[in-house]
Nanobody
């Protein structure tokens, strides 16, 4: 069973930075793609950034140039460096890990970490 634990969320002022971290249990991390999503007040979960098992990254347009996703396979960790934070970045951020099978993909989610950006 894979478990994901996020940390790093906080209340910060606009313009500041935060680093979110997600640690995965189990032994699938190095061969799995991963991502960060956020749940806004509108109750919609949007993708923020993704990273493949080989390190290819994608970003939502709203965070390009400000956020950086990275992974450390030796530590089973995926991180999200967030710079120049804006009030609209306020959300609960979730880590996702994707395990591929012949029949499809199994998604694992963490419990989330709250990021609040004040103006």
């Amino acid at each position: 069973q894979v478990q994901l634990v996020e940390s790093g969320g906080d209340l910060v002022q606009a313009g500041n930075s935060l680093r979110l971290s997600c640690v995965a249990s189990g032994n699938i991390f190095s061969r799995s793609s991963a991502g960060w999503y956020r749940h806004t007040l509108g109750n919609q979960r949007d993708v923020v950034a993704t990273i493949t098992s080989t390190g290819t990254t994608t970003y939502a347009e709203s965070v390009k140039g400000r956020f950086t996703i990275s992974r450390d396979n030796a530590k089973n960790t995926v991180a999200l460096e967030m710079n120049s934070l804006k009030p609209e970045d306020t959300a609960r951020y979730y880590c996702q890990l994707n395990e591929s099978f012949n029949w499809g993909i199994r998604h694992y989610w963490g419990q989330g970490t709250q990021v609040t950006v004040s103006s």
